[in-house]
């Protein structure tokens, strides 16, 4: 079994996979990957948390991450994702893998022969989108009451996982931003054959009646290039004092970092007392291990 895409998993497979993290925070007995089980690390793009998280996660539960940094592969000379999927399919166990492309991440599932976790793609981040949800769980009584507007670049792979985990797992979603910057039409059309999905590039209505404020940055890994046309452009969508009181009173901030501060979100807001950014980034290490369990779980040796 691979977690390539968010839809990869269905309604009931989240379920479990949050059942395995409960487990995992109480004492997580028996929950453990196989005795040295190998998991090769792919890395194409920085990461701080995706990256420890589950190197952590790997070794806490009896496994041995072997980190790979693309760029000090054959991969930056120009060997073939396929051919390299060959290779750490034929040493290792499970593969996990931060990608430029989300074709890349495909071909690589689709010859490695082993269990690939996508740990963010261009198209998406579906672990980060987990993370999410499991952190909105544990502030609301039932998913399906909660409503979570994310504001700011709702075109970013964050955006896309985040929002079809969330359909599936009945919160409403707003998103809101700037026209110019739509929603991926393929990402939106699957979110909403799963639950209630509503675009704005209105801010207060978008964000009116929200019990989550959800923000990431306005340039991601690979715009660069486009950085000061989209702080321009975005930057009516800061997540600051003003726009977060558009949201319910109390409303809770999330952000799956890192954080530019002062462009998609202040100081004030993500160290304030709404603010549940650090927990939500905690949790990243508990749904690494739940994933990682459930998918060693659901693969044939
Ligand atoms: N949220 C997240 O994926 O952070 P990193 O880029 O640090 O892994
Ligand atoms: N959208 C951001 C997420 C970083 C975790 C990026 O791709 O850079």
Not at 88 to 108: F, M, P, Q, T, W
Not at 280 to 293: G, S
Request: aromatic letters at 6%; charged letters at 25%.
């Amino acid at each position: 079994m691979n977690l390539l895409n968010s839809d990869d998993l269905s309604e009931r497979d989240i379920a479990e996979i949050f059942r395995i993290a409960d487990r995992l925070s109480q004492n997580g007995r028996g929950l453990r990957l196989p005795t040295h089980a190998t998991v090769a690390m792919l890395f194409q793009k920085p990461s701080t948390r995706t990256r420890i998280s589950f190197a952590a996660a790997i070794a806490q539960l009896g496994g041995e991450p072997i980190y790979v940094d693309a760029d000090k592969s054959q991969l930056s000379r120009g060997e073939t994702v396929a051919d390299t999927a060959k290779m750490l399919g034929s040493y290792c166990n499970i593969i996990v893998a931060r990608l430029n492309k989300h074709e890349d991440i495909k071909e690589l599932a689709v010859n490695s022969g082993v269990p690939v976790i996508n740990a963010l793609t261009d198209l998406e981040h579906p672990t980060q989108a987990l993370t999410d949800i499991y952190t909105v769980r544990a502030h609301t009584k039932e998913l399906s009451k909660a409503r979570l507007c994310f504001i700011g670049d709702i075109a970013a792979n964050t955006a896309n996982s985040l929002m079809i985990t969330a359909a599936k797992c009945g919160v409403h979603v707003s998103l809101v931003g700037p026209r110019g910057y739509r929603p991926n039409p393929v990402m939106l059309n699957k979110a909403r054959s799963y639950g209630s999905v509503d675009v704005y590039d209105d801010i207060e209505r978008g964000l009116s009646g929200c019990d989550f404020v959800y923000t990431d940055t306005f340039v991601s890994m690979g715009q660069e290039e486009e950085a000061e046309v989209r702080k321009r452009r975005f930057a009516p969508y800061q997540l600051n004092d003003r726009t977060l009181s558009m949201a319910k009173p109390g409303a809770l901030v999330m952000h799956c970092l890192p954080a530019h501060r002062g462009e998609e979100i202040t100081t004030d807001v993500i160290d304030g007392k709404q603010s549940i950014v650090w927990e939500q980034a905690r949790n990243k290490l508990l749904i690494a291990k739940a994933v990682l369990v459930y998918i060693s779980q659901h693969s044939k040796d």
